[in-house]
């Protein structure tokens, strides 16, 4: 599976925020609440695009379930299994995906066949959509960062 890194700048004065909301508020509450929103939010555009890209053969798809059909966000707290991932990073909070249903269609159909050509729509989705989405999760992050802080109550 190819990966494609992005740089992102301005996280350190976000961990220094963190850190100080950390210290005053459950960090459970601030991820659930305010990183695990904001991410996905953040995600919609490529989700968009994935329903867009994804394709689609009325003629000879005969179950009525498109690829499109099965698109969804997947946002969460990397757990244990995915700790063991490859692409576990040593820091990560919040885990966020956009994806289909799993099936020998949906591989075929991105990565291609003996006889199927490929036919890439996730990973041209998330590549067309990647910077609108680090707007999105940057302008989200700032104003979930301000509503907690009125609408959370401190550790006592």
Avoid at 20 to 48: C, H, I, M, Q, W
Avoid at 56 to 64: A, F, I, P, R, V
Avoid at 103 to 126: D, K
Avoid at 134 to 153: D, G, P, R
Wanted: hydrophobic share 35%; proline share 4%.
């Amino acid at each position: 599976m190819a990966n494609k890194t992005f740089e992102v700048t301005g996280f350190d004065q976000l961990k220094e925020q963190m850190d100080v909301l950390f210290s005053f508020y459950r960090p459970e509450e601030v991820l659930k609440k305010g990183t695990v929103n904001s991410v996905r939010k953040a995600l919609r555009p490529v989700l968009d695009n994935v329903i867009a890209n994804a394709p689609y053969d009325e003629q000879t798809n005969k179950s009525g379930i498109h690829l499109r059909d099965t698109a969804k966000i997947t946002v969460r707290l990397p757990n244990e299994k995915d700790k063991q991932s490859s692409f576990y990073r040593e820091g990560d909070v919040v885990w966020g995906m956009v994806s289909v249903k799993k099936s020998a269609v949906s591989l075929s159909q991105e990565f291609g066949n003996a006889n199927t050509p490929a036919h890439p729509y996730l990973r041209i989705s998330m590549e067309t959509g990647a910077e609108e989405a680090l707007n999105i999760l940057k302008e989200q992050l700032a104003h979930q960062l301000k509503s907690f802080m009125k609408n959370v109550t401190p550790m006592v």
